[in-house]
């Protein structure tokens, strides 16, 4: 005996809240949260309680943490990729520039206190160095691995005497060279569209990478070769 078939009247329109939170394992006020900030295509209402969402919103969900969690992109930024995607637009590009750029996210944030005392700063230290630009962290919830790296290289440096003025000079000369490196990629990227301009911009940024650490390293390297000793005078000129 064959079942009977449904009509186009029977058929559930899409996914409940329930299926969609099972599916993706993300709690309902996030999928809320997201589709407030536009980020979801708006649901089919049948009644006031009853809301069905499409399919599409499994995957799309999924790239949206994926995006959060891995590419440390805002919800800002990935509501404009998401805009492009929906054009039709290839929007891998702008992925791939983003994690060469911001990398992985390699761990939570740390608030200030818990940097303290993994870092072994005093809060006062800290500050200190925010202040000279030696610690820049890129989001205000906290401060991420790298950021901590650097903080516990500071806290030897002031084990030894360095404070934060004397090598203050370094964010003074990496704004110097960043302003030059953006100025050269808007000239070179200028009249290209959107896709061939983080195509080249990715490979623009591998290239300054290289070239900061190979000059700066090599400058070092042959003064240190030209010198006698460590306590040579010319290590200095």
């Known amino acids: 005996m064959s079942t009977p078939k449904k009509n186009a009247h029977d058929r559930q329109p899409g996914l409940r809240m329930s299926e969609l939170v099972r599916q993706t394992g993300l709690p309902k006020s996030t999928i809320l949260y997201y ?18 969402y499409a399919p599409e919103c499994v995957p799309r969900l999924a ?9 440390r992109l805002p919800l800002q930024k990935i509501g404009k990729l998401l805009e492009l995607k929906d054009q039709g637009q290839e929007i891998t590009p702008f992925i791939e520039l983003h994690h060469a750029i911001f990398g992985d996210q390699d761990g939570p944030l740390l608030g200030r206190e818990a940097f303290c005392q993994r870092s072994g700063l005093t809060p006062e230290q800290l500050a200190a160095f925010e202040k000279a630009g030696l610690l820049l962290p890129l989001s205000r919830e906290g401060f ?40 050269l990629r808007n000239r070179i990227t200028g009249p290209l569209p959107a896709d061939e301009d983080a ?12 070239t900061r650490s190979y000059v700066i390293d090599r400058l070092f ?12 005078e010319s290590l200095l000129s």
Request: zero cysteines; proline letters at 5%; aromatic letters at 4%.
């Open 63 to 71: 790239q949206i943490k994926t995006l959060q969690t891995r590419h």
């Open 199 to 210: 195509a080249a911009t990715l490979q623009l940024v591998q290239a300054a990478r290289a």
């Open 35 to 52: 589709l407030d900030q536009g980020l979801l295509p708006q649901p089919v209402k049948t009644s006031p309680n009853m809301a069905y």
């Open 221 to 232: 390297q042959r003064r240190v070769a030209a010198s006698s000793n460590l306590k040579d």
């Open 144 to 183: 991420d691995q790298q950021d901590l790296a650097m903080g516990i290289l500071y806290a030897r440096g002031l084990a030894r005497g360095i404070t934060p003025e004397e090598i203050n000079f370094y964010p003074t000369l990496g704004k110097q060279i960043v302003d030059r490196e953006m100025a």
